[in-house]
């Protein structure tokens, strides 16, 4: 097709190898990112539904004119969707940040084929775990390596690239944990909700702390919420997903309820992508030298000083809890409670003791 390729050798040659990142570097992954991200942000206010005057194609595929009823759905719907899409793509930059950071540090192309970034990225193992460990071992034996993939040949160290080198590091750290942390293990929602959507999600569920019980008739006064009274935990769309965290010894399943802050978690995608895009435009100028080509996305602007846990804050970021115990018998599961960003709160919730309770005006 476009790529004028022919299969004249079971090896990848130099020519071969050339031609194909000819092609990969003229791809525009910022602007990919920033039309996803956009466009939840958009989609989350809006309860647009197509109808076969906005989509004649899509509807005259199914070979539907006149229904204006095939696409239904409600605004709890949409905020739901919107959330399980926000964080697949606060996943997809994680994961594509860190598989070209080890296809440009870490990867070696198979015997006697051509090096290729493409390829490499193609061919990196199918285990986060390793291309995380690879990546980490590669830029830990390498001087300035880090520097190297995130800019440009020529570029002066000065107080700024510094303090943006040390941006984009906590952001290839948190990219990371999310690839590979066991402890809510993100990395697992991810594939529950990309294959078969093994997930619950929940918009009409409201978790809050507070000081004041039921009264004798089953009401709490509206009074007894707000700010210093008492403590929102899940009062976004919550994501719910089973999971066999991968520690030793082996746990049990053990349930998992994300809450989703939408804005956040597509800042957090944003600012992931914004260091994949830098390294992604370093590697290009590296590829074609200074004849770059017309098409090549430019160098993004790098944020300085805005660090994971200034975006994230200190929201609640989920919860866990067993569902069975640890296959030998005998190990404990470990302990239910509450995550935020750098630490976790054990707590247990005594079912038992459960009390209903009306929440009225007062």
């Not at 090096?115 to 830029?139: F, R």
């Not at 590979?180 to 809050?208: C, F, M, P, Q, Y």
């Amino acid at each position: 097709m476009h790529l004028y390729l022919r299969a004249d050798s079971i090896h990848l040659s130099e020519g071969r190898a050339e031609a194909l990142d000819d092609e990969f570097f003229l791809s525009h992954p910022a602007a990919y990112f920033a039309s996803r991200i956009s466009s939840l942000l958009t989609a989350e206010r809006s309860l647009a539904v197509a109808t076969p005057a906005d989509e004649p194609e899509f509807f005259a595929a199914l070979g539907l004119t006149k229904t204006d009823h095939l696409l239904v759905f409600e605004e709890q719907d949409r905020r739901l969707q919107v959330a399980v899409e926000a964080l697949s793509l606060r996943h997809q930059a994680a994961e594509a940040l860190l598989r070209f950071m080890y296809a440009v540090t870490a990867a070696k192309p198979k015997e006697g084929d051509a090096p290729s970034t493409w390829l490499a990225i193609a061919d990196s193992p199918n285990a986060l775990i390793d291309v995380v460990q690879k990546t980490v071992a590669a830029l830990g034996a390498g001087n300035e390596l880090f520097l190297r993939c995130l800019f440009t040949p020529g570029t002066r160290v000065d107080e700024n690239v510094a303090a943006a080198a040390e941006t984009a590091v906590a952001w290839m750290n948190y990219a990371s944990s999310l690839l590979t942390g066991d402890e809510l293990s993100v990395n697992a929602a991810h594939n529950k909700v990309k294959h078969g959507l093994a997930v619950s999600t929940r918009g009409d569920v409201r978790i809050e702390f507070i000081t004041t019980p039921p009264d004798e008739l089953g009401q709490i006064p509206l009074s007894a919420f707000g700010e210093g009274k008492s403590v929102p935990i899940f009062d976004r769309p919550m994501l719910t997903y089973l999971s066999r965290p991968h520690v030793r010894p082996k746990q049990g399943l053990e349930a998992i309820s994300l809450r989703v802050d939408v804005p956040v978690v597509l800042a957090e995608a944003w600012m992931i992508a914004n260091v994949y895009a830098a390294m992604f435009h370093a590697r290009a100028k590296r590829h074609f030298g200074d004849e770059m080509p017309e098409g090549v996305a430019p160098y993004p602007t790098l944020a300085i000083g805005r660090l994971p846990e200034q975006v994230i804050g200190g929201r609640p970021l989920g919860y866990r809890e067993a569902v069975t115990l640890p296959p030998d018998g005998t190990t404990e599961p470990r302990k239910s409670g509450l995550f935020f960003h750098g630490s976790f709160i054990p707590m247990d919730i005594d079912y038992d003791s459960k009390v209903d309770g009306v929440v009225v005006d007062g």
